[in-house]
């Protein structure tokens, strides 16, 4: 990935969508040649001369500190997940941030034994590239549908954007496609050189035009909780909770867990999901079974 190029993007996108009035700038005549703020504007917000910030929004934020990064921040109001992208943009762009981190594909034994732990709820792992790592029976059940692709790991945006079902599965996809292509802009400014990650956004632009507008509006997001609502082709409807945890032993994995209240339709469609999660398991001892006769 160009990393000149995605700062000045996310730059420029971001100053786009400020208004002078939104930044409580005087405006003064009817024909404004940009749209949203000048850079002249952004610099003065930000209290940096006009020719450091033209620097910084052609792509060069090695050596900003953090104090500019904050005034830079402010000036373009952005929320936390954009200010985490502004930062990270400027740490991989520093002396020695060349090298990418080792993205964890898998989870220590004792990590698989908390999922398993949690039988009354799905349950799963998944890294930065949005790579199910791990799950418990219920998690297995719930997303069979991503799970029918052979490939693995499987990959829960590579579902949403390339296969057919996942309009399907999820009744609120159009937003669930905003977010995945949102949660992997957000990685990779945090590790732009993830080899696998560069690929991953590599078939996804090939091969959906509906991620390259996504991806090119530069929009970052976190998924700490929610609601997902699916459509389950054995059980139906479901409306779920969920959590998103980081887990601090297990640097860049991400603890999902989906809950529904007790007593609602989605509980008892739980409860059938569990049940039919155990006779598929059954049905495949069944099958890898040595035969007795």
């Known amino acids: ?174 937003r669930i496609a905003n977010d995945a292509a949102a949660m992997l802009r957000l990685e990779a400014g945090r590790d732009p050189h993830d080899r696998w990650l560069i690929e991953l956004v590599g078939e996804l632009s090939t091969q959906s035009e509906v991620f390259r507008q996504r991806w090119a509006s530069h929009d970052v997001q976190f998924h700490r909780n929610g609601r997902k609502r699916l459509r389950h082709p054995v059980v139906g409807r479901l409306d779920l909770d969920f959590e998103s945890m980081e887990l601090p032993s297990e640097p860049g994995l991400i603890l999902n867990v989906y809950t529904a209240a007790p007593g609602t339709p989605t509980a008892d469609g739980l409860k059938m999901l569990a049940s039919w999660a155990a006779t598929q398991d059954l049905a495949e001892e069944q099958q890898t079974a040595p035969d007795q006769t």
């Open 1 to 174: 990935m160009d990393h000149r190029a995605e700062v000045r993007e996310f730059l420029s996108s971001r100053r786009a969508r400020i208004t002078p009035e939104q930044a409580g700038l005087p405006v003064y005549g009817g024909n404004r040649r940009v749209q949203g703020l000048r850079r002249e504007e952004v610099a003065m917000l930000a209290g940096v001369s006009v020719d450091y910030y033209v620097r910084m929004e052609r792509g060069n934020l090695s050596g900003a500190s953090d104090s500019v990064l904050d005034a830079l921040a402010r000036a373009l109001q952005l929320d936390e997940a954009e200010r985490e992208h502004l930062f990270s943009l400027a740490r991989t762009a520093g002396p020695g941030a060349r090298r990418g981190r080792t993205t964890p594909t898998s989870v220590r034994p004792a990590v698989q034994q908390v999922l398993d732990a949690i039988t009354d709820a799905p349950a799963w792992v998944r890294n930065g590239r949005h790579d199910i790592v791990a799950m418990n029976r219920l998690a297995r059940a719930l997303y069979a549908p991503v799970l029918a692709d052979p490939r693995r790991p499987a990959n829960t945006t590579r579902f949403v954007y390339l296969d057919p079902a996942a309009r399907e599965f999820f009744v609120d996809w159009d």
